[in-house]
């Protein structure tokens, strides 16, 4: 059974930090890229950044110059660095693999974040 598992989320006030953690399993992580997703309650869910394997980022506006994407492909994990967060960043946050964009069938558990003001 193919198993993404994501960590690191918590409660934190405006302006905190939290780094999240995924462990992917290995013919995920072998996909072109890795992503971090999340989904806000009545909202679809979003990329918010991404990662090749040769380390080349890209992210959505919203969280330019405040979140960060790296990966270590020596465990199959990605992070995602979240600086500055805001009440609009809580969501459940999710990582998944891409392949020409598209993301894997398999989803895991996701952690939850939430950002009080």
């Known amino acids: 059974q193919v198993q993404l598992a994501e960590s690191g989320g918590g409660l934190v006030q405006a302006g905190g930090s939290l780094r999240l953690s995924c462990a992917a399993p290995?013919?995920?992580?072998?996909?072109?890229?890795m992503g971090w997703y999340r989904q806000a309650p009545g909202n679809q869910r979003e990329l918010v950044a991404s990662?090749?394997?040769?380390?080349?980022?890209n992210y959505a506006d919203s969280v330019k110059g405040r979140f960060t994407i790296s990966r270590d492909n020596a465990k199959d994990t990605v992070f995602l660095q979240m600086n500055g967060l805001k009440p609009d960043d809580t969501a459940v946050y999710y990582c998944?693999?891409?392949?020409?964009?598209?993301?894997?069938?398999?989803w895991g558990q996701g952690t939850q974040v939430t950002v009080s003001s």
């Open positions: 990662i090749t394997k040769d380390g080349s980022t």
């Open positions: 998944n693999g891409l392949r020409f964009g598209i993301p894997s069938d398999y």
């Open positions: 290995g013919n995920i992580f072998a996909f072109h890229a």
